[in-house]
């Protein structure tokens, strides 16, 4: 599977994905299910748990992973079809309310046309669906270059901001 | 007027390019229909039973007298020559080739309009009271806080993939001529107690096959909260909103469910997490836009009113026209009004090409080269000076825009229906054709007064039947048309649901039922007593009595 980052480039592999039953052996940078998560590891457990991730489906309730949230590694959100847009919700109830830091994914039916909101959203990669070229995400990644309401990412500000910032160039 | 600046432009431009190269990916067979349907619908690109139709968002039902004359362009380059105003006031075109598409909506961009959510899950184009601005009873220009909303809701990376789509409407007046509480969030623009400015929020409202009135969830707002409470009702709604029924997945069953109290409580939570300042709606952001709206100085002239008094007197149907089709301006000597797509028995909302251009032509010489659409179908023209009113009248009778019925029985609402729609079970304008002819005489409408009838083709409801006095729903019943029919609804500030009589009727059946109906009030109406206000009295029984026993 290809990783992109919030520019459209390829990441580098550092996260495997561990199926429900194959937990045998360490699960050091292994990205497993909310029931393997809470089997495994303990909330407190702060070192083990910065290398490791959690893969959650729409069907998880986010909730369960609060305590764990600020220390883990990795947060996977899987897209069961693009048109289901919960995950996008998700991303910024961990980003915001969970104080959560680190590298959030989105995987599963991703269409290139949203790699942009997800990336307003917090997700920092994208798990590239095998049907789309990297190429794709990239181009939609550079589409836009404003938008209209504060998101969680930074690299865009609200538009009352760039409109301030637009009469400062023009007054200069 | 909003005018697009710099930064609006670079959106549109870039939305452009962006559909430009979905089309050209759909047509090179790198997206599939599946994979592009999302992203057409968010452009308003429906495949219909004969063609792609392109549905163009008119901003809060506003449009400037060049919007409207691109609009005409639109028509006569692109579609055959007409286009269709809608129920959300918007408008349609119902034979649009997709190869061309990228370019018309090129076209539109250059005058600042565009197709975007005007279909999909998506927050859909929010509308307004098409008399903003210019009403007498009206508390503060609701276009302002559209406009707001229009700029938070446009592409919102969050709120684009909802379980269903979601509809925003505001008045700035109690009189509600947007229909609010029928919407996904209604907002009534209202004062509190030290004269603040903020908003009466209802949620939960809609037709379709689960009609509801929507609740008031919030008594006052302040209008500076305005982004951070949609933002949380938004997200309470992508979370826990239904996706396993596309029939039970708007806000509205998630309210019903969870209880009124319930929802407005997991709101009340999300407003809590939600960052203050981020999200405020910035002070300097609002005198910006409101600006933009701020009419020129009106002189106010007190004695055009009599002066128009002594032109009824030698027109009498001037008189009758401007009895039914203006309505109170905020300013003395000023009138708004309302141009009627409904002449007798034609389509209702249809203007072809000649009449846009026409339209954009008498904006700009009697109305500030504003032009509005309202959702019952008509266009306004909302700043004319009583003074020429008999000129513009005169103009509008020559282009068969004049006729002066709105408000009254064949001022009637319909969906396009069968004969365009995918989704249709029956057909919708013929109907309100015959129905339009048989009430053609204008005297006896005059005399029956205000009469809402509206018709929809199926239980999607665009035709707003459950908020129509009298209200046509097409059926299909073993592969005939039938429909049924339902009385009391109410699509003004009292909103209410109306209810279904008894059996269906076919064709004929349907038109001979409302002349039915018409004639039992006539009989049985009291002095001075209202259509609605009759109905409310007796309830169903006399009409169901003349309807049903012929024996």
Redesign the interface.
């Known amino acids: 599977m290809t990783v992109v980052n919030i520019q459209g480039e390829v990441k580098d592999q550092l996260w495997r994905s561990v199926e429900v039953g194959e937990e045998s052996g360490s699960l050091e940078s292994a990205i497993v299910s909310l029931s393997t998560l809470k089997e495994h590891f303990d909330a407190s457990d702060q070192s083990s748990l910065s290398r490791v991730g959690v893969r959650l489906t729409v069907e998880d309730d986010v909730n369960e992973i609060v305590e764990y949230a600020p220390h883990l590694g990795l947060i996977e959100l899987v897209f069961s079809q693009f048109k289901d847009g919960r995950p996008f919700s998700t991303a910024v109830t961990i980003r915001r309310d969970y104080g959560f830091a680190g590298d959030l994914r989105a995987s599963g039916d991703i269409l290139p046309d949203q790699a942009l909101f997800l990336v307003r959203c917090g997700f920092s990669t994208i798990a590239v669906p095998p049907q789309f070229s990297v190429e794709q995400f990239k181009a939609s990644l550079a589409a836009y270059s404003v938008a209209y309401q504060a998101a969680t990412d930074s690299h865009v500000s609200l538009v009352s901001d760039l409109r301030r910032s637009a009469v400062e160039v023009a007054a200069e | 007027m909003y005018v697009y600046?710099?930064?609006d432009k670079?959106?549109l431009n870039?939305r452009v390019?962006?559909f430009r190269?979905?089309v050209r990916r759909r047509l090179d067979g790198e997206l599939t229909e599946d994979?592009f349907k999302?992203?057409r619908l968010m452009n308003g690109l429906y495949l219909q039973l004969h063609a792609y139709m392109l549905r163009v968002a008119i901003p809060y039902g506003a449009l400037s007298s060049d919007q409207m004359r691109k609009l005409a362009y639109i028509a006569e380059t692109y579609d055959r020559g007409y286009g269709h105003f809608t129920t959300r006031q918007n408008i349609q075109y119902n034979w649009i080739e997709l190869s061309t598409a990228p370019d018309l909506l090129y076209d539109l961009s250059e005058i600042d309009l565009h197709a975007i959510q005007t279909s999909g899950?998506c927050i859909r184009n929010v509308t307004a009271d098409p008399y903003a601005g210019a009403a007498a009873d009206e508390r503060d220009d609701p276009r302002v806080w559209s406009e707001i909303i229009r700029?938070?809701s446009?592409?919102?990376?969050?709120?684009?993939?909802?379980p269903r789509k979601f509809k925003i409407a505001v008045t700035g007046a109690d009189a509600d001529r947007a229909a609010i509480k029928f919407h996904d969030i209604g907002l009534k623009i209202v004062h509190d107690d030290a004269g603040e400015l903020g908003f009466e929020v209802y949620v939960g409202g809609g037709q379709g096959r689960t009609p509801i009135v929507a609740p008031l969830i919030n008594s006052f707002l302040p209008a500076k909260d305005l982004?951070r409470y949609l933002d949380a009702v938004l997200?309470v709604y992508?979370?826990h909103g239904r996706?396993d029924n596309i029939y039970k997945a708007r806000v509205k069953i998630l309210v019903q469910s969870l209880g009124v109290e319930a929802f407005k409580s997991q709101v009340d939570a999300e407003f809590g997490?939600l960052d203050p300042v981020?999200?405020a709606v910035?002070d300097?952001?609002v005198s910006?836009i409101r600006e933009m709206f701020a009419l020129p100085f009106l002189r106010a002239d007190e004695i055009a009113g009599v002066r128009l008094e002594e032109t009824f007197a030698e027109s009498p149907d001037l008189r009758l026209w401007s009895e039914s089709n203006t309505h109170a301006h905020k300013t003395p000597g000023y009138t708004i009004v309302t141009l009627s797509l409904k002449p007798i028995g034609g389509i209702p909302g249809d203007a072809t090409a000649e009449q846009m251009y026409a339209i954009a032509d008498l904006a700009d010489r009697f109305s500030l080269g504003e032009v509005r659409v309202t959702y019952t179908q008509n266009l306004v023209l909302p700043h004319v000076r009583q003074a020429d009113l008999f000129v513009l009248w005169s103009e509008l009778d020559r282009l068969g825009l004049a006729t002066p019925n709105v408000g009254l029985a064949t001022d009637i609402i319909a969906c396009p229906g069968l004969d365009y729609c995918s989704l249709a079970n029956a057909r919708s304008i013929p109907i309100s054709q015959r129905i339009s002819e048989r009430f053609a005489d204008l005297e006896s409408q005059h005399d029956i007064g205000p009469l809402d009838i509206r018709i929809s083709g199926c239980i999607n409801a665009c035709g707003h039947h459950h908020a129509g006095h009298i209200g046509i729903l097409g059926v299909d019943k073993k592969g005939e048309e039938r429909y049924q029919l339902t009385l009391g609804g109410q699509g003004n500030a009292e909103s209410a649901v109306g209810k279904i009589v008894g059996p269906g009727f076919d064709e004929d059946g349907i038109v001979d039922a409302v002349e039915t109906i018409v004639s039992t009030y006539l009989t049985i109406r009291t002095a001075g007593e209202l259509f609605s206000q009759t109905l409310e009295r007796t309830g169903h029984a006399p009409f169901k009595e003349r309807l049903y026993d012929r024996g």
Do not use: G, K, V
């Not at chain 2, 446009?154 to 909802?162: C, R």
């Open positions: 600046d710099s930064i670079s959106l870039q390019a962006e190269d979905q994979q999302p992203l899950n700029q938070w446009t592409f919102h990376p969050e709120f684009s993939f909802l982004l997200r992508n979370r996706r997490l981020l999200l910035d300097e952001e910006r």
